[in-house]
């Protein structure tokens, strides 16, 4: 069966860097992009972007350029979330999901990882 | 980028109640619409995309409808496991925006 399973909570200082990981299984890993998507405490869902895992190509949202960065490893199946320069406001849940769809452009997020908070603090 | 609008906020029903959820885009989407739902402490779960096709293992009591910039889901018959919250998603433009989410609760 389909399964995401993230990394654990991240605490970090302000100013630092935080990788997040997102492993797949029960399918074929470069033949569905990976999205990531943001949910601050007690707020609503905010898309961070998504990358194409056969070609690597990134896709960020506004907002979400510069200091967020996706990244694969296909030889483990997991795709990475790196987030540099970390403010406060950056303290979420964030969630990896896989992108359905990709073919006929009707993209829906069918399969989530269980979420990773990462909390940012001076 | 296109803001999606749920209504209402918060909704309040009781076990065995049909409720309607409506999502508004502020620009056309065509059908490039899904719906998930969001226990406290979990990950969202996909229940309708393309606005009304029903993602599979999801109970037929979930339907959703629209097209354009008005959609609906609909809850039928409600169980206790529905008391949840409710977020539509446009993946017509990037970036792909959700709406506000409505709380549904007893």
């Known amino acids: 069966q389909v399964q995401l399973v993230q990394s654990e909570s991240e605490l970090r200082k302000t100013g630092a860097s935080v990788q997040l990981s997102c492993k797949a299984s029960g399918y074929t890993f470069n033949t569905y992009p990976m999205t990531w998507v943001r949910q601050a405490p007690g707020q609503g869902l905010e898309w961070v972007g998504w990358?194409?895992?056969?070609?690597?190509?990134?896709v960020y949202a506004q907002g979400f350029t510069g200091r967020f960065v996706f990244s694969l490893d296909t030889s483990l199946s997991t795709a990475y979330l790196q987030i540099a320069s970390l403010k406060a406001e950056d303290t979420a849940v964030y969630y990896c999901?896989?992108?359905?769809?990709?073919?006929?452009?009707?993209?829906?997020?069918?399969?989530w990882g269980q979420g990773t908070l990462v909390t940012a603090s001076s | 980028d296109i803001q999606m609008t749920q209504s209402p906020s918060p909704l309040s029903a009781s076990v065995g109640d049909t409720v309607t959820i409506t999502c508004r885009a502020s620009q056309s989407i065509s059908s490039f619409l899904n719906w998930y739902q969001q226990i406290p402490g979990k990950a969202p779960k996909l229940l309708i995309y393309s606005a009304s096709n029903l993602q599979s293992g999801v109970p037929s009591r979930f339907s959703g409808s629209g097209s354009g910039t008005d959609f609906t889901l609909t809850i039928s018959s409600l169980q206790p496991e529905d008391f949840a919250t409710y977020f539509c998603q446009q993946s017509y433009r990037n970036p792909y925006t959700f709406g506000q989410g409505t709380k549904l609760d007893i």
């Open positions: 999901a896989r992108v359905e769809g990709f073919l006929t452009g009707y993209h829906r997020f069918d399969y």
């Open positions: 990358i194409n895992t056969n070609t690597g190509k990134p």
